[in-house]
């Protein structure tokens, strides 16, 4: 190796080096305890703890509330993955022909994805309380029943899930704006000239195609953000009603931080990460096939 390419390499390597010390530290690191926690008994109640080997995993499998817990959670993220990218594309695609008031549109859509859902969740709880929320008085004056959005089994999950709509939507919308600002707009004149004359026709053949490396990142972010939902759920459902809203964060939120068993929440944290980091190179390699073909 000359010189000058060996210093290249030292100072790439020094570049790193705080990046990655930072990963170590606060994630490979807390990553590995976690793991090894998974074959132990841990308990914040017990003054030792014993290697248990399987067990965790195990009782995992059979426990019920866990696979109610998954089942609630790909319900979620596949209500708000479908709703958050679809309305984002299309919100973004409004937004971009607009030229007065494009600037607000823009602001008033990302200020959800701004805020922080802590402080919006007890907005959330009032405007959808069942007598005194003013959804539910706008339902009563079009002559309609009142709904128990957070308190019925059937409604309280999608409830939840139109609210990460309403926060992810503003995000997706940037991201999909920056993915159409980069289409070449010779495109969309060649386009015409082969016969594509309405904007349905535009969209298919040139906007959709162009988009598909943002609309997989849309789709993998809000994936992964579906599935770590936890604040929604703590604020106003705490799991119910009867377990209907009860996701894996939550679970293990309640297995490790009320019923204090440490082990057996790791067992659960490691299982949930590696369905996740699978899901998304599942979704990366669709997406590849897709776009190769």
């Known amino acids: ?66 696979w109610n817990a998954l089942r609630n959670t790909l319900v979620y993220a596949l209500v708000m993955v479908l709703g958050a990218s679809g309305l984002g594309l299309g919100v973004a695609l409004l937004v971009a022909r607009m030229h007065r008031l494009g600037g607000f549109y823009r602001l008033a859509y990302f200020l ?3 805020s922080t859902m802590m402080a919006m969740a007890t907005v959330w709880e009032y405007l959808l309380h069942p007598s005194v929320g003013p959804v539910n008085q706008l339902i009563a004056l079009l002559g309609a029943g009142k709904m128990a959005f957070l308190s019925g089994t059937g409604s309280a999950l999608l409830t939840l899930a139109g609210i990460g709509i309403w926060q992810s939507t503003g995000f997706n919308m940037v991201l999909f704006l920056a ?96 369905l996740v980091a699978a899901l998304a190179v599942a979704q990366t390699a669709l997406a590849g096939r897709r776009r190769a073909a």
């Open 112 to 114: 959800p994805a701004a």
């Open 179 to 274: 993915g159409l600002s980069a289409i070449p707009r010779d495109l969309y004149h060649a386009a015409a000239v082969d016969g594509a004359d309405t904007a349905w026709d535009r969209f298919c053949l040139v906007t959709w195609p162009m988009l598909t490396p943002t609309t997989l990142f849309v789709v993998v972010v809000t994936s992964i953000q579906a599935l770590r939902v936890f604040d929604t759920v703590a604020l106003l459902t705490q799991g119910g009603p009867a377990r209907s809203t009860d996701v894996m964060m939550y679970r293990i939120y309640l297995q490790a931080f009320q019923n204090l068993r440490m082990g057996y929440a790791a067992a659960l944290t490691v299982t949930f990460l590696g």
């Open 1 to 66: 190796m000359t010189r000058p390419a060996r210093m290249e390499a030292q100072i790439a390597w020094a570049l790193v080096l705080p990046a990655g010390l930072l990963l170590s530290v606060f994630v490979l690191v807390p990553s590995l305890i976690v793991a090894a926690m998974s074959f132990t008994d841990y308990s914040l109640a017990a003054p030792a703890l014993h290697v248990v080997g399987l067990d965790n995993y195990a009782e995992m499998l059979a426990d019920p509330l866990v």
